[in-house]
């Protein structure tokens, strides 16, 4: 029986090499992984550094094999190349769209800008980041979904 668990686990690591290989740095109170599915279960002091992006809340599954993570509760979201900030209630992280999406409670900041919204989401390739429902710019609400290049720091 070892046997045979010992030639799948090999097996597993000569066909999906590049998850193994891209693995983010993951800590929490609690946490279980399944080598099968790929999938971390993370409770408690969740804390996942993606190496440009880490994101730090109360719970997360991160999926190695579909690049994504999912993550709940007093969610905070750093991208560290252009120094912008989410605090939120959830995010979801999917790598091949190279987006984040951001849900509940909302706050953006990058230097001295504040932006809240219902929901939002960045963009990492083309560094823009949208907003929308109760959308407000330090302090003043805005009228309809918004845009705003981080990189340029310009609203489209």
Not at 28 to 34: A, E, H, K, V
Request: aromatic share 12%; charged share 20%.
């Amino acid at each position: 029986m070892k046997r045979i668990f010992a030639v799948l686990f090999m097996l597993m690591f000569l066909f999906i090499p590049s998850a193994f290989a891209a693995q983010p740095d993951i800590s929490s109170d609690s946490q279980t992984f399944n080598p099968f599915t790929g999938v971390y279960d993370l409770k408690g002091h969740v804390h996942v550094d993606l190496g440009d992006r880490v994101i730090d809340g109360d719970a997360a599954q991160v999926y190695l094999y579909q690049l994504e993570v999912h993550a709940q509760g007093n969610i905070s979201l750093t991208d560290k190349p252009t120094g912008i900030h989410f605090d939120c209630d959830s995010v979801e992280v999917k790598g091949n769209e190279r987006t984040a999406y951001v849900n509940g409670n909302m706050v953006f900041t990058q230097d001295n800008l504040r932006i809240t919204a219902d929901n939002g989401s960045f963009n990492w390739k083309t560094k823009n980041a949208v907003f929308s429902g109760n959308v407000t710019v330090n302090g003043t609400p805005h009228t309809g979904d918004l845009t705003y290049n981080v990189r340029d720091k310009k609203f489209l």
